[in-house]
């Protein structure tokens, strides 16, 4: 019966339930859409679909450290490894793609405006801060718009991980494919410049081709409803909870009051000689019900 005690109860405040089912409509709504501030207002929808694309670049020497371990057969075992400086030039070149002029080859490369792009450089390292920085872009990383290439780089191997988005797969597909073979020129134009052999360049290479999905990012109408019904069951239970601690804060005042004015009266009555603290801890006694004092025994009642 419990449940239907609690409905009842609610029935007596069905205009804050009303209230309340406001409040649930326009959570889950705001949840689900975002509203324009125009005239009239527009609802759009937060759920919308994205390109996403990835693709490994291998960082090497031109006598290759994870193919080759170098030396003979015979002192294969104490061959040196330099796997670990490629790790850090890895690094290096993937914060060199997050800037100019790099970052604008690549968007010029897939076919859109360098202000429209963004690339993510890891983080962790202070490399960022020795290239030249990009110009600011128009976007930013969460708009629907926006081509975002977010770079990763292992602590212990010596590979790229590029994971691009963008309003479609198509984009994203050319911008995965262009960032290498505009990385791997700009090695050949600075070594170019320097006059580096070939036998120091560095080599990239993918490991792989680019890959590319369509994806839905935002939030479903599952989680809209969720959001709803989670706001009207909070709703409502404040509605109860609120005058039931209203009541309980009434009675308990009361009930104080009651039992000081008993103290009072009796205090009036009684000589002060014969006053002590037993007599006060029997007046500021609580008063039982009326149904307790039926259930006590015919002794207790007659002592």
Partial sequence: MRPVATLRELWRFRR???LGIVFALVGGLLIAYSVSLDLPPTLESRQYEAGVAGVEVLVDSPNSQVVDVGGTPSDVEGAAIDIGGLSM???LLASLMSSSPLKDRIARAAGIRPDMLIVVAPTGNDLTARAAPAPPAKVKPGDRDANV??????ETLPII???VQAPDAGTARRLASAALPELQQFLKTVASERSIDNAR??????????TSATVVKGPSKMVAIFVGILIFALWCTGTLMIPRLARTWTDAARLEAAQAAKAA???ERDDPAEFDDSTLERWLAPVPDSHEADEQPPESRAS
Avoid: H, K
């Avoid at 360049?201 to 680019?210: E, F, H, R």
């Fill in 265 to 267: 009266a009796a205090l």
């Fill in 89 to 91: 030039r890895a690094r």
């Fill in 161 to 163: 991980t590029m994971r």
């Fill in 16 to 18: 804050a339930v009303r």
């Fill in 149 to 154: 290439i977010n770079l990763y780089v292992d």
């Fill in 201 to 210: 360049q560095l080599v990239v290479s993918p490991m792989g081709p680019a």
